[in-house]
């Protein structure tokens, strides 16, 4: 399996792993919550994953976000089961952890374990994004 997802099929596979989510919109939000596990029953609200997770946002979160996503976020946030970095891009990937910097100066912020990265930054594979990482796209036409 690769260790670059562009989207989650069973949140359970991931259990207690570190997983980094790359995007600000509905389907990142989305993802980084499912992968906590969340549940909302009435005002309850649990975690049946346990996971390290991280979203990495290059600027804010997307205006245009659901409410839902919105409030689940910040409930995941809350209780420490995301952790978000704001004005932030991945420096690196490695074997087992992501380096982070800062999306404007380019410095070196953190960095963060990790067992799978999920890129979820728009309609289509971020392939430029990702080789700018020096990640090789196999299977990809070389021009």
Sequence with gaps: ESKVQYKLGDAKEYFGKHCTVVGAGNSAIEVAVALTGFERQGD???????????????SDLKGDLKLGNKMNFYDCLDAGRIKAYFRT????????????????????????????????IGGDKPTTFLEKLGIEILGKRKR
């Excluded at 309850?44 to 290059?58: G, H, P």
């Excluded at 990937?93 to 990790?114: H, Q, R």
């Design 44 to 58: 309850t609200i649990t975690f049946a994953n346990d996971n390290e997770v991280t979203l990495i946002i290059r």
């Design 89 to 120: 891009t991945i420096k690196r990937i490695e074997a087992d952890t992501v380096v982070l910097m800062d999306a404007k100066s380019e410095a070196e912020k953190a960095t963060v374990p990790c067992d799978f990265v999920f890129a979820l």
